[in-house]
């Protein structure tokens, strides 16, 4: 199975991960019930670093993964949470291995 996966690794002001989750659980949450493209979009917190926000995204492909940056929950998230983030590192990979049970 092949897919496109995007790792967002954010450090956040400190103080922000409150109203940052709340923005980034909400477009995580709309992206899974309303793009067909979007296949998982999980948010990780780093246990021992409190100002540390991960996502783990897969898409069925770049086209669906372009769709979502141009969906409305999308830019609300963007535009809303820019203020609560010091640093964004986004990293793109290839999904070479689904692995099941």
Known sequence: ????????????????????RHLVDANANASMR???????????????????VLLYEIYDSEAAFEHHCRTAHFEEFNSRSAQLVDTKLVTICDLVLEASS
């Open 34 to 52: 309303s793009e067909t493209g979007c296949r998982r979009f999980d948010v990780t917190q780093a246990r021992d670093e409190p100002d540390r």
């Open 1 to 20: 199975m092949t897919g496109f996966v995007v790792w967002v690794d954010f450090r956040l002001r400190p103080g922000a991960r409150e109203r940052f």
